[in-house]
Structures are given as structure tokens and as C-alpha cells.
T-cell receptor, first 115, second 116 residues
Framework: GAVVSQHPSWVICKSGTSVKIECRSLDFQATTMFWYRQFPKQSLMLMATSNEGSKATYEQGVEKDKFLINHASLTLSTLTVTSAHPEDSSFYIC???????????FGPGTRLTVT | DQQVKQNSPSLSVQEGRISILNCDYTNSMFDYFLWYKKYPAEGPTFLISISSIKDKNEDGRFTVFLNKSAKHLSLHIVPSQPGDSAVYFCAASAGAGGTSYGKLTFGQGTILTVHP
């Protein structure tokens, strides 16, 4: 149980375009979903927390207008990187849990490369 | 401000021996601790957790020890197997309620290599 999927697993886009990443909880209803970013050989950096049906809470230093998060249902959250630049290239990972869990279950990640 | 620290970037262990991964934290509000295992280009996999009301939790080959007074926890893997080779992240949560519920703070990770 507690399976989280992400799509796509990797994406290459041109500078200035936008890209959407989907995160789905497959076998449970996720009241909360989290979006992380991981740079090479570094830890996971929390970008934002989203609760179903409400606006995402962004961590300090994360631009909410650049990283748009939507959590429209209990099984789906999306992260849209708008007007992507090469410095946005990274590994983006989502996770999910419910109100009765502390542990988060992670998706497999999405490798974004902006050229 | 690194609230969760894993001071050993890497650890090398012989197959069959014990692996001990360490983690220190500074925030006394943390009351739940977790260990995750991560392979390259994959998401972390939850391994084991411990509440601050306990000092030990065991699950098969994995045991987590918590020393609240020292703000230190450790993950013991015994016996270690080559398939355990991965990056191990320690994470901490400041508990339920409010906007921080479920929010995890991660350490930098320790690369474990288990040699056959």
C-alpha cells in the first residue's frame, strides 16, 4: 500500500516554456501532498505543502508565481514550472500522506532539464 | 540553519556486519523521527520511524534508537546486505496540528556501501 506515482519521469523543455508534473496517490486518499526539489548530492528541499482544496503553502525563498501547485482532488496534485530557465533544472519529487500519518510516501521523482 | 544533521557523508561496511547510521537534531520541538532509503534517480522509500516517547523501535533487520537528551538518533542494520547500499536520510517532524503537520525536515544523507 501507500503508492505514489509521478508523471513524467523525465522531461526536457526549452527555456521560457512551462512544464507540468503530476503526482498521484494510487491506493489512498492524500489529504496533504508535498513537493521537494533535490540538487545533486544534496538533501531534499521542501518547496511547498498542499492540502486538497486549498492554496499551497510555500517555503521561504520559493517563488509561488513560478512554481504553481494545484491539489484539486485527494489523489492528484500538480506542479507547474512556469517560464522555465536552466537553473530550474533539477530532480523534483512529490510525497503524500493523510491526517493519520506522519510518514510521507514518495513518488519516483521527475528529472527536469531546461535547455 | 541545518536542524537535522547527518555528519557522515558515507559509510562502508562488510556484508554481514552491522551498519550504524547517525543523525543529530537541534530542534527540541521534533517529536517524530523517520529513516528513508533512496536509490539514485528514485524517490525515497520509508524504512522505519520512532516517536519521541520511545527510545527504540525494531523492524526486522532495522532498529532505530533515540536519545532525546543528546538529540541523537541512529539506525542499525544487521546483518548488512549488498542490497542495502543506498543513500539513507534521517528526517524529523514537529508533530500534528496546524500547518506543520507531516512536514519533514531532512538531513543531508549518508551513502552506505555494503561490500560482499
Amino acid at each position: 500500500g501507500a503508492v505514489v506515482s509521478q508523471h513524467p519521469s523525465w522531461v526536457i523543455c526549452k527555456s521560457g516554456t512551462s512544464v507540468k508534473i503530476e503526482c498521484r496517490s494510487l491506493d489512498f486518499q492524500a489529504t496533504t501532498m508535498f513537493w521537494y526539489r533535490q540538487f545533486p548530492k544534496q538533501s531534499l528541499m521542501l518547496m511547498a505543502t498542499s492540502n486538497e482544496g486549498s492554496k499551497a503553502t510555500y517555503e521561504q525563498g520559493v517563488e509561488k508565481d513560478k512554481f504553481l501547485i494545484n491539489h484539486a482532488s485527494l489523489t492528484l496534485s500538480t506542479l507547474t514550472v512556469t517560464s522555465a530557465h536552466p537553473e530550474d533544472s533539477s530532480f523534483y519529487i512529490c510525497s503524500a500522506n493523510t491526517r493519520v500519518m506522519v510518514e510521507q510516501y514518495f513518488g519516483p521523482g521527475t528529472r527536469l532539464t531546461v535547455t | 540553519d541545518q536542524q537535522v544533521k547527518q555528519n557522515s557523508p558515507s559509510l562502508s561496511v562488510q556484508e554481514g556486519r552491522i551498519s550504524i547510521l547517525n543523525c543529530d537534531y537541534t530542534n527540541s520541538m521534533f517529536d517524530y523521527f523517520l529513516w528513508y532509503k533512496k536509490y539514485p534517480a528514485e524517490g525515497p522509500t520509508f524504512l522505519i520511524s520512532i516517536s519521541s516517547i520511545k527510545d527504540k523501535n525494531e523492524d526486522g533487520r532495522f532498529t532505530v534508537f533515540l536519545n532525546k537528551s543528546a538529540k541523537h538518533l541512529s539506525l542499525h542494520i544487521v546483518p548488512s546486505q549488498p542490497g542495502d547500499s543506498a543513500v539513507y536520510f534521517c528526517a524529523a517532524s514537529a508533530g500534528a496540528g496546524g500547518t506543520s503537520y507531516g512536514k519533514l525536515t531532512f538531513g543531508q544523507g549518508t551513502i552506505l556501501t555494503v561490500h560482499p
